[in-house]
C-alpha cells in the first residue's frame, strides 16, 4: 500500500510530498519528492520490535540547510569524476569541482536536489525528472525516472530508468546510510559485512579513482568472507571505503552483492543489483559537524553506505565499463534490499 502527506515547502513556496510504501509484514519505506529522498525504512527485528535503520531528517529544513546525501537518488554522475572533465565525441566538457580536486554526486545541484514528480502505480512509486541539456555542465536533455516498491517478499527495489536526445555519461545510486540496530543507536562497529568482489579500484588519498584494479587478497578491504566492520574500519582506506569491481558488464537481473547483518537485532539486508560496481563508505564524516546550515545527529561510523553503481569515472577509463548513455538507448538498472531475520548463535 502506499499512502501520501504534505512534508512542508520550499523557501520559494514548492510543497514537497512523502509517500509511504508499507506491506503486510511491518516493513514501511517513506520517500519525500526533494531529491527522492528515502527517509525512513522501518524494518522489524527478531522479536518483531521495528526501526528506523536508514539516517535521515524528519523535518524538511533540515534537508534543504545541507546533508552528505542522507538517501537520496545521486546523479547525472555518482561518485567521483576525476578533475570535473571528460571528453565525449571529440568535445571536452567541464564540470564543478565539488570535492577537490574531483567532480562528486552530479555537482553542486545534483539530482539530491531536485524536485521529483511522483505518480503511484499499483505498489510502485515513479518519481521522474527531466535533466535540460547543460545542467551542471553536462551534455543532452535526459528524461530519468526511478521506481521504488516495496514488496510482500520484504524486498525494497530501486528501478532506474533514462533515456536522452544526446550521448551523455550516467550513473545513478541511491545513497542510504544503513545501521541495522535502528538509527542513532550506536556505532556499526558489531555489524557484520560480506562483499562478493574480489577486486577494488584504487585512489589516491583524495580519493581519485585511479583506474587500476587491485585485488583485496589479504587485504584490510577484503570482505568475501563475512567481518565484523569494527575489527576492519581502523585499517580501511583513509575515507573508511572502497569501489568493489562486482563484475565487468551489468547482469542480466540482480545478483547478490554484500550482505549486511545485525546480530543483537536479527536483523539482515542482502544486496542485490544489476550494477558492476559497489561503493562501500562507513560513514567517516559522521561526525556531528554543521553542514551547511544542518548539524549532523550522527557521530563517525553510526551507518554504513553500499552504493550500487556503474564505474563513477567511466567517462575517462572505458575499460571498466561503459557510463554514456546514446540517443536510442534506455539505461536501466535495478537494486535491491532484501530483509531477512536470523536467531542468536
Known sequence: MITSSPFGLLPDGREI?????????????????????????????????????????????????????????????AGRLTGGKFSLDGRAYNLAVNDAPNHLHGGLDGFDKRVWAAEVAGDQLRLSYVS???EEGYPGTLEVAVIY??????????????????PTPIN??????????????????DHILQIFSQEIVATDDAMTLLGRRESVDRKANDFRQARRLGDAIPHLHQNHGDNYILRHAPAPSPELAARLEDPASGRVME???????????????????????SRLPYAQHFAVCLECQG??????????????????????????????????Q
Open 17 to 77: 510530498v512523502e509517500f509511504q510504501l508499507t506491506n503486510s509484514h511491518g516493513h514501511r519505506v517513506h520517500v519525500i519528492t526533494l531529491g527522492g529522498i528515502v527517509s525512513q525504512l522501518h524494518v522489524p527485528d527478531r522479536n518483531g520490535q521495528t526501526a528506523d535503520i536508514v539516517c535521515g531528517f524528519d523535518r524538511l529544513e533540515s534537508y534543504v540547510g545541507g546533508h552528505p546525501y542522507f538517501g537520496s537518488i545521486v546523479g547525472r554522475v
Open 132 to 134: 535540460p541539456d547543460g
Open 149 to 166: 516498491c516495496l514488496s510482500e517478499a520484504n524486498e525494497f527495489s530501486v528501478t532506474y530508468e533514462a533515456v536522452t536526445d544526446a
Open 172 to 189: 545513478f545510486t541511491n545513497h542510504s546510510y544503513f545501521n541495522l540496530a535502528g538509527e542513532g543507536r550506536g556505532r556499526i562497529d
Open 271 to 293: 544486496v542485490l543489483t544489476t550494477e558492476r560496481c559497489l561503493q562501500l563508505y562507513c560513514g567517516t564524516a559522521l561526525d556531528g559537524s554543521l553542514i551547511g546550515k
Open 311 to 344: 564505474y563513477p569515472d567511466g567517462a575517462n577509463t572505458a575499460d571498466f565499463g561503459n557510463v554514456i548513455l546514446r540517443p536510442g538507448e534506455i539505461y536501466e538498472q535495478t537494486t535491491i534490499h532484501q530483509f531477512q531475520n536470523i536467531n542468536p
